[in-house]
T-cell receptor
C-alpha cells in the first residue's frame, strides 16, 4: 500500500506526559501537513513541511506542540505536557505541493488524554 | 482569512433520493475548492475539486458540485443516494500558506432504507 500511514492509530496517555506521533507520506510527495480534528469539527491546519523545511508553524496550538521532518521523508508531531484539551484526532496529509493538488490523508492518530 | 461554512450539521435522506449539501466560502481570490468524505475509521477521501474552468465538476461515486461565484457557494449534489454514502462530508478551501486547507465543520449524512 503506497498511501499515507500514521502510527500509532490510538494513544491513551495521562495528563502531563509527552507523546509523539509518526507520519509516513506517499514517497514522491514533497509536502507534508499536520491537522487536528476534534469531535464534531472539521480538520484544523497545524503546520506543514516542504521537504525537510517547516515553512509554516504559527498555527501550532501552543509551544508544547512541535513537529519535525528530518530527512524530508517521515515526520513526527510531539506534544509535551499533554492536557485533556489535547484529546483529538491528529491527521497527516501529503501532496506534490502544487496549487490545487490533492492532499492525501492518513487514517489519523486518536489521542485520549486522561 | 479564508473560511468555510457548512450550514447543515446533519442531513437524513431516503435511499434513492437526491442529495444536496451546502457549502459557502469566504476567500479573497479565485478559490480552489474541495469536497472530502470521511467514513468511520477511514481517512479523508477526495470526492472532487474545483480550481478553474467549468463551474460544474464531476467527482467519484456519482457526486458533482457546482461553483457559484456570485453566491460564494460550492454545493455538493448526488441524484440518487445509496446506503453506503452515509458518512461525514467536508468542504474545504485552499489557502495561500503552503496550500493549507481550511475546512468547514462538516455535514453528517444519514441514509434511511
Amino acid at each position: 500500500d503506497t498511501g499515507v500511514s500514521q502510527d500509532p492509530r490510538h494513544k491513551i496517555t495521562k495528563r502531563g506526559q509527552n507523546v509523539t506521533f509518526r507520519c509516513d507520506p506517499i514517497s514522491e510527495h514533497n509536502r507534508l501537513y499536520w491537522y487536528r480534528q476534534t469531535l464534531g469539527q472539521g480538520p484544523e491546519f497545524l503546520t506543514y513541511f516542504q521537504n525537510e523545511a517547516q515553512l509554516e508553524k504559527s498555527r501550532l496550538l501552543s509551544d508544547r506542540f512541535s513537529a519535525e521532518r528530518p530527512k524530508g521523508s517521515f515526520s513526527t508531531l510531539e506534544i509535551q505536557r499533554t492536557e485533556q484539551g489535547d484529546s483529538a484526532m491528529y491527521l497527516c496529509a501529503s501532496s506534490l505541493g502544487l496549487a490545487g493538488n490533492e492532499q492525501f490523508f492518513g487514517p489519523g492518530t486518536r489521542l485520549t488524554v486522561l | 482569512a479564508q473560511s468555510v461554512t457548512q450550514p447543515d450539521i446533519h442531513i437524513t435522506v431516503s435511499e434513492g433520493a437526491s442529495l444536496e449539501l451546502r457549502c459557502n466560502y469566504s476567500y479573497g481570490a479565485t478559490p480552489y475548492l474541495f469536497w472530502y468524505v470521511q467514513s468511520p475509521g477511514q481517512g479523508l477521501q477526495l470526492l472532487l475539486k474545483y480550481f478553474s474552468g467549468d463551474t460544474l465538476v464531476q467527482g467519484i461515486k456519482g457526486f458533482e458540485a457546482e461553483f457559484k461565484r456570485s453566491q460564494s457557494s460550492f454545493n455538493l449534489r448526488k441524484p440518487s443516494v445509496h446506503w453506503s454514502d452515509a458518512a461525514e462530508y467536508f468542504c474545504a478551501v485552499e489557502g495561500n500558506a503552503g496550500n493549507m486547507l481550511t475546512f468547514g465543520g462538516g455535514t453528517r449524512l444519514m441514509v434511511k432504507p
